[in-house]
Antibody, heavy 117, light 111 residues
Framework: EVQLVESGGGLVKPGGSLRLSCAAS????????MNWVRQAPGKGLEWVSS????????YYADSVKGRFTISRDNAKNSLYLQMNSLRAEDTAVYYC??????????WGQGTLVTVSS | QSALTQPASVSGSPGQSITISCTGT?????????VSWYQQHPGKAPKLMIY???NRPSGVSNRFSGSKSGNTASLTISGLQAEDEADYYC???????????FGGGTKLTVL
């Protein structure tokens, strides 16, 4: 069974940093691209970042470019999102997600990041 | 990058059909057959309902169907049921410097 479990969310002050993690199991993690998607309270989904299986290709939404860094450790079956210079508008539930096949997309349960003084 | 455009809300009575539109550009919806639709109930993670414009994953009811014309994709739900009440999001591959773009979401109310 595919499982994605996010962790690392919490309350942080504007300008602060936070590192999110996503532990993957139930599939060959090293073979698939991984994604971070966020959802601000009461708002829609926003794609944040993607990383290819070998970390060769990395993409970011314009809203986080230069502040967030996506990475992965295939030996640990883990995905990360380093978030720096956090702003109030970064407050959201952050999901990690993976498309294993065209018809198979898996999501974690999400971790809440709150940026507030 | 701009989000794909969806109506904020739609509604229908049980048994009726509704259609949700998703309008993008030739750089995303219109240029590729990589449009997906997700259903999200409150407090839950999104669930894939349609992929590659018109394909249903195993286990998704055939009451859900997808199509595309030009830069606009559509999700149709026929025979509305109370359990269909949820938020629906489209997404598409994009050739911009980013990789994927979502629609703003549509709240479906079953009257």
């Amino acid at each position: 069974e595919v499982q994605l479990v996010e962790s690392g969310g919490g309350l942080v002050k504007p300008g602060g940093s936070l590192r999110l993690s996503c532990a993957a199991s139930g599939f060959t993690f090293s073979s698939y691209s991984m994604n971070w998607v966020r959802q601000a309270p009461g708002k829609g989904l926003e794609w944040v970042s993607s990383i290819s299986s070998s970390s060769s290709y990395i993409y970011y939404a314009d809203s986080v470019k230069g502040r967030f860094t996506i990475s992965r450790d295939n030996a640990k079956n883990s995905l990360y999102l380093q978030m720096n210079s956090l702003r109030a508008e970064d407050t959201a539930v952050y999901y990690c997600a993976c498309r294993i096949a065209a018809a198979e997309v898996y999501w974690g349960q999400g971790t809440l990041v709150t940026v507030s003084s | 990058q701009s989000a794909l455009t969806q109506p904020a809300s739609v509604s229908g009575s049980p048994g009726q059909s509704i259609t949700i539109s998703c309008t993008g550009t030739s750089s995303d919806v219109g240029g590729y057959n990589y449009v997906s639709w997700y259903q999200q109930h409150p407090g839950k993670a999104p669930k894939l309902m349609i992929y590659d414009v018109s394909n249903r994953p195993s286990g998704v009811s055939n009451r859900f169907s997808g199509s595309k014309s030009g830069n606009t994709a559509s999700l149709t739900i026929s025979g509305l049921q109370a359990e269909d009440e949820a938020d629906y999001y489209c997404s598409s591959y994009t050739s911009s410097s980013t990789l994927e773009v979502f629609g703003g979401g549509t709240k479906l109310t079953v009257l």
